[in-house]
């Protein structure tokens, strides 16, 4: 009994660790999204922006780039903290 018992706790532990892996690509999916879906906004209003007004358009070049900076360190972040608790 005791050799069946080792052989299920085997599979269990080798399942867990797959179901783990599975989550944290889930999960890092998840963590682009918002990111990505920020830098959309982003880029999309500096450009309604600048097509509004013509003369400030280095203003808000300098400021999109500046906030792209921001939102690209959350997605690092997501990418960084699922190497780290894998």
């Known amino acids: 009994m005791e050799g069946t018992s080792t052989v299920a706790l085997a599979e269990t532990s080798t399942i867990l660790a797959e179901v783990s892996g599975n989550i944290a690509t889930i999960g890092y999916g998840i963590a682009v999204l918002g990111p990505g879906i920020g830098l959309g906004i982003l880029i999309g209003k ?9 003369e400030v358009a280095g203003q808000l070049r300098t400021t999109m780039f500046i906030g792209i900076g921001f939102v690209e360190v959350l997605g690092l972040l997501g990418l960084i903290t699922g190497f780290i608790f894998k």
């Open 46 to 54: 500096t450009v309604e922006g600048m097509a509004r007004q013509p």
